[in-house]
């Protein structure tokens, strides 16, 4: 199916869609998240705190597979009719 000339697959496992696709989708996004940019230890941050873990998604998100996945998993949730409560850009 073609909205606003982006096309989207619209079965269960669709983008577009939500089942067994989007459950199986949101786990290897979990696993790659905890693979390449989760890290438990001890830290000083930017702001001078400590923390016992530190997250970085950037790493996740600049692999060709984590923007897919985190991609197709927002447009779902948007074609579902998800309210959108707000929009934000990130820090730099």
């Known amino acids: ?6 096309a989207h697959s619209g079965g269960p496992g ?4 939500r ?3 989007t459950s199986e989708r949101r786990r ?17 941050l930017a702001s ?3 923390s ?12 060709p597979r984590g923007v897919r996945l985190a991609g197709e998993l927002v447009l779902a949730t ?3 009719g998800t309210p959108v409560e707000a929009l934000g850009r990130g820090c730099s």
């Open 1 to 6: 199916m073609k909205q606003d000339g982006v």
């Open 14 to 17: 669709g983008p577009g869609g």
């Open 19 to 21: 089942g067994a696709g």
């Open 28 to 44: 290897e996004l979990l696993e790659l998240i905890l693979d390449v940019s989760f890290r438990r230890e001890r830290m000083v």
């Open 48 to 50: 001078g705190r400590e």
């Open 52 to 63: 016992d873990f530190y997250l970085d998604l950037r790493q996740t998100l600049m692999r």
């Open 78 to 80: 948007l074609l579902a």
